[in-house]
């Protein structure tokens, strides 16, 4: 199985700094998309940002504060936030696609799979 650990989060004051973490483990062949979203109370989950095979994709309201990066050899993802506002405040979900191998002789299967989420929270 394919598990997605995050760590990172908190609680932060307006204007300041944090940065999520990201690891894949199990039996991964490749992974396709990896990144961050999140989801605010009464909201729908909305991304953040993500890089795939082809380039990295942020949300419109990103602005330049953020920047994920990623570490194939260690398939693991980081998003560093700058300029935190109270409207950043939310739930984050670690999402992470590819292909995953259930046993070495078996053809690879697609997989899908989210973190259990890191709560970030920026005070006014």
């Known amino acids: 199985q394919v598990q997605l650990v995050e760590s990172g989060g908190g609680l932060v004051q307006f204007g300041g700094s944090l940065s999520l973490s990201c690891a894949a483990s199990?039996?991964?062949?490749?992974?396709?998309?990896m990144g961050w979203y999140r989801q605010a109370p009464g909201k729908a989950r909305e991304l953040v940002a993500s890089?795939?095979?082809?380039?990295?994709n942020y949300g419109g309201f990103v602005k330049g504060r953020f920047n994920v990066s990623r570490d194939n050899a260690k398939n693991t993802v980081s998003l560093k936030m700058d300029s935190l506002k109270p409207d950043d405040t939310a739930a984050y979900y670690c999402?992470?696609?590819?292909?995953?191998?259930?046993?070495?002789?078996?053809?690879?299967?697609?997989?899908?799979?989210w973190g259990q989420g890191t709560q970030v929270t920026v005070s006014s």
């Open positions: 999402h992470a696609d590819g292909l995953k191998m259930d046993h070495a002789w078996s053809r690879p299967k697609p997989f899908e799979r």
């Open positions: 199990g039996s991964i062949a490749t992974i396709n998309n």
């Open positions: 890089i795939t095979n082809g380039g990295t």
